[in-house]
């Protein structure tokens, strides 16, 4: 469907919930925020169901929507969610029961009930879900501020090779709408915590570098969040680091994540395609960013991935 077909099938529903995925992103909880408060003013009743995962960095945009937690829906729709495996553990419950979807990821698995709108051309949800709230009944501040923050942390603050002139155009529709422009700016994109500066340090000095230097290789252990006392906010958007050495064009993230398993996450050029390389791990994303969680330790997560990466890069 198109934003304004969804708008208009939306507008027939009512006590909507709306569903992030899991390790949510400034993407899934912008986007829920926003469609969130557009339903609301509607007259409708619409509420986002907390994240476990939420972190302090996000949360303002999203808990004045929180569910209560006695809520019954009757419509369901995720926003940035690709697949069911990607719900988080309180939302899986409703696997079965998703009734829309709305993305941006190529890699989207079709599972909602009653379609979707997904436009993998976006380089990001917000872009989607700022038309259809714009068909709704037009932009707040408040809204603004939270698509915002959804668009320019899945660019990277606009500089990602999936930002495109509509991803600009959507930044300065949202500036004229009243966004908190310098807040968002200064909260994801100028501002790092001491234990942050320390992991970054201890990441760098000990990246590894295998196809000739174009790959280069980072793992995260648990051991290294404690040592310099690192929260979840501290570990945000550390797969980006590597991606700047001069030379490589697929750097490779490996977190080892508290129950275990490893969390992947892939950045590439026009060689690999990282999309294709998580597929094989059992992911998805976008050609050029993508991830996957294996149920392994880092190391062999690490070994896995690389063969991935073997199996799809071009020489």
Do not use: W
Request: charged share 20%; hydrophobic share 40%; proline share 4%.
């Amino acid at each position: 469907m198109t934003p304004q077909e969804t708008a208009a099938l939306l507008r027939e529903k009512d006590r909507f919930l709306i569903l992030t995925h899991v390790r949510p992103d400034g993407d899934t909880v912008g986007c829920a925020a926003a469609l969130c408060e557009a339903l609301q003013n509607l007259g409708k009743t619409a509420y986002v169901l907390p994240n476990p995962e939420l972190t302090s960095i996000c949360a303002d945009y999203v808990t004045p929507f929180h569910a209560p937690a006695d809520y019954a829906p009757d419509y369901v729709v995720s926003t940035d969610v690709a697949s069911l495996g990607l719900l988080p553990d309180n939302a899986k419950k409703y696997a079965g029961a998703i009734d829309f979807a709305i993305d941006h990821h190529p890699s989207y698995e079709g599972f909602a009930k009653e379609g979707a709108c997904v436009e993998s051309d976006k380089a990001a949800a917000g872009e989607v879900v700022y038309e259809i709230v714009r068909a709704l009944g037009g932009v707040t501040p408040r809204m603004a501020t939270a698509l915002y923050c959804a668009v320019s942390t899945d660019t990277g603050c606009f500089v990602y090779n999936n930002t495109t002139a509509n991803t600009h155009r959507i930044a300065a529709a949202l500036i004229e709408a009243g966004c908190d422009v310098q807040g968002v700016n200064k909260r994801h994109f100028r501002t790092k915590s001491q234990s942050r500066i320390a992991l970054e340090s201890a990441i760098m000095s000990s990246v590894e570098y295998h196809d000739g230097g174009r790959v280069a290789v980072v793992t995260v252990p648990q051991a290294l969040l404690r040592s310099v006392h690192a929260t979840a906010d501290d570990a945000e958007e550390i797969s980006s680091m590597a991606g700047v050495i001069e030379g490589v064009d697929c750097a490779l993230t490996v977190r080892e994540l508290e129950n275990g398993q490893s969390k992947i996450s892939l950045r590439t050029g026009d060689r690999v395609n990282a999309t294709a390389a998580c597929k094989l791990l059992g992911g998805g994303g976008h050609a050029q960013a993508a991830g996957a969680t294996l149920d392994c330790p880092l190391d062999e997560a690490r070994e896995q991935a690389l063969a991935a990466i073997a199996a799809v890069a071009k020489n």
